[in-house]
């Protein structure tokens, strides 16, 4: 705690004092007022125009609020007997199938490595773990032409392996950079206490430290989900089989064909929405932790 | 900064002797090494080849089919061409403005959201949660809703500007090389700056309350504590926000890709969406290859930042 000046001017001892920290205050409640108009206007417009029929929504001065409001930009989403639900639907189970085969495998092989760099003195470690890390700041489109050679030649491409492949390695170096910070706060002590009373490692492992990880491992989980879920890049590039599509590259196709159909189009960005959204908002203490672990020592 | 952490929690780790032979010291710890195989293996099959083969490909003319065997050895031509183009003067400068731009305001928002959001006040969990909701959504759905909004016809943000007399009639937002970069920054700003806002809040915890208070008593008005009291402790997560930002700013193409793909007349190109086009629409791999190695190098240059400012609360972890 060094940085602290020794002493404050003492110019700065004014009774208006208490005065400015009422405007800082002020400032700071309208500075979010209008924080939160900027965030939340283009949701309301996504959600206002869904609800519309193409008609009213290529108006102009566009219709504030919708006239006659209607569901049926949504039921045709869902209905599975239509041509266009078919299709959504299918999508949004190839991204929910890819999104929970990434997490679960990512999950499988991040946990020992996290728990390794964590607990082991091995020669290399610092090393390996920075390379792993150092993965954070590759572009996707670094790797995008010898990745597609590279799935061309195991014949993974237009299949949900390619994307699956891909993505766990992604997230990868960030869950086990998480996991890592959520071992490292586990105290040795138990797993030492479980070996003298017999137990292996794996057994300590296994019995002691993974209980007490499971809100990292909720964290990592929830992180690699919503990462594989909203990746567009390589499933655009992957994938040109419409059967195989995920929803960020599926939903262009079908409302773009002719003449942008808008309020479909903003219906389905808001289903495609939902699952992250509530995943996000009914896991948020764990996501804000996996967001913030490692960049901030307490 | 502190460097007071709490726990060290591998103090009771077995730690081998210093000065032990290198193979001894594997050969001690081989057992160590199984649990970090199978992370290792995929990454390798994934990432050490890809790496490998680009910086390959990149002093290659490749044939349009992706035969690589009919590859033909050219040394530094692809770079030279790269340099030596027309358009890589214009798409740098569009990616310096995007990645800065973007970074500076994002983090700027971020700040004060995080200052303002730092008291408790009644519905403070709601509001963080809102402002996070663009943060976890796709880019995808980000970039069509503002599509959307920005529709030279009937768009919002137009209809707004001609309501409040702005403007006499709808703007065109994205097919003006002028407004379009612009127009682009604003949306990835709308989605990335509750990042921010985040790791500050997270951040401005480790402020000592018992600090801001002795300042104030000391008659310190609110800026004079933020400065002088705030500040200083938000360095080092400040260091790696911006680092973060400026990574995800730089490898950023889902936003100009779907709004404008690179237009109009490559107002709106970055590197990224450059090497795109490059290499899965005109098929010259070789040239997209030797543009990421250019990008690659450059991201190596922040990612030695990026892991020094890391390292530096690491080591007092590890002590």
Do not use: C
Request: hydrophobic content about 55%; aromatic content about 16%.
């Amino acid at each position: 705690m060094t940085s602290i000046p020794a002493s404050i001017p003492a110019e700065a001892v004014r009774p208006t004092a208490t005065r400015s920290i009422d405007w800082w205050r002020w400032g700071g409640r309208v500075f979010l007022v209008f924080l939160l108009i900027f965030t939340v206007l283009p949701m309301a417009w996504m959600l206002l125009t869904s609800i519309k029929t193409q008609f009213a929504a290529l108006q102009y001065p566009p219709q504030w609020w919708p006239a006659e409001p209607t569901l049926q930009n949504y039921t045709r989403l869902l209905d599975p007997s239509g041509s266009i639900g078919k299709e959504f639907l299918l999508y949004f189970w190839n991204s929910f199938y890819v999104s929970l085969a990434t997490t679960i495998l990512g999950v499988a092989v991040a946990v020992p490595a996290a728990y390794a760099f964590s607990r082991f003195r091995f020669p290399g470690r610092t090393f390996l773990f920075f390379a792993v890390l150092l993965r954070n700041m590759f572009p996707a489109v670094v790797f995008l032409v010898p990745l597609f050679l590279l799935m061309r030649w195991l014949g993974l491409v237009n299949t949900h392996g390619s994307l699956i492949l891909t993505y766990l390695t992604f997230g990868l170096p960030l869950s086990i950079w998480l996991l890592k910070g959520f071992f490292d706060n586990i105290p040795i002590q138990l797993e030492q206490a479980a070996r003298i009373d017999g137990a292996t490692r794996f057994q300590a492992f296994l019995l002691i430290v993974m209980p007490l990880s499971s809100p990292g491992i909720i964290a990592t989980s929830i992180f690699s989900f919503i990462g594989a879920w909203n990746e567009y890049v390589y499933a655009y590039t992957f994938l040109s089989k419409q059967e195989t599509m995920t929803l960020p590259v599926g939903i262009q196709r079908f409302f773009t064909e002719f003449a942008t159909d808008w309020p479909g189009l903003m219906a389905a960005t808001f289903m495609m929405s939902v699952p992250v959204v509530v995943l996000f908002l009914v896991l948020q203490k764990y996501f804000v932790r996996a967001l913030t672990e490692g960049a901030v020592k307490h | 900064m502190s460097s007071v952490t709490g726990q060290v929690a591998y103090a009771g780790a077995p730690v081998a002797p210093k000065r032990a032979n290198v193979f001894k010291r594997i050969f001690n710890h081989r057992n160590d090494y199984l649990y970090v195989l199978p992370a290792l293996l995929v990454m390798l099959i994934v990432i050490a080849y890809p790496v490998y083969y680009t910086i390959e490909l990149s002093f290659f003319k490749t044939p349009p089919n992706l035969q690589m065997k009919d590859k033909i050895f050219v040394g530094l031509d692809n770079y030279w061409a790269i340099l030596k183009s027309d358009s890589f003067r214009e798409v740098t400068i569009n990616t310096a403005i995007w990645t800065v731009a973007s970074t500076f305001f994002a983090f700027l928002l971020g700040l004060g959201a995080a200052l303002s959001l730092h008291r408790e006040f009644a519905g403070r969990g709601v509001m963080r949660a809102v402002l996070l909701i663009p943060y976890v959504v796709s880019a995808v759905a980000a970039s069509y809703v503002w599509k959307w909004l920005y529709h030279s016809d009937f768009g919002v943000i137009g209809a707004l500007a001609v309501q409040l007399g702005l403007s006499d009639k709808p703007i065109n937002f994205l097919d003006n090389v002028h407004t379009v970069l612009p127009s682009l920054i604003v949306v990835n700003i709308w989605k990335e700056f509750s990042f921010a806002m985040i790791m500050l809040m997270a951040g401005l915890q480790t402020v000592p309350e018992q600090l801001l208070r002795a300042a104030q008593v000391d008659g310190a008005n609110a800026w004079q504590r933020f400065w002088h009291v705030t500040f200083p402790h938000l360095k080092g997560v400040s260091m790696v926000t911006v680092l973060l930002l400026m990574v995800a700013n730089f490898n950023s193409f889902i936003i100009p890709w779907i709004m404008t793909g690179g237009g109009p007349a490559g107002a709106s190109d970055i590197w990224i969406t450059q090497i795109y086009t490059i290499a899965f629409g005109r098929q010259r791999y070789g040239v997209a290859s030797a543009y990421a190695v250019i990008l690659f190098i450059v991201m190596m240059t922040l990612g030695y930042f990026y892991v020094k400012a890391l390292t530096k609360g690491d080591e007092s972890r590890a002590g």
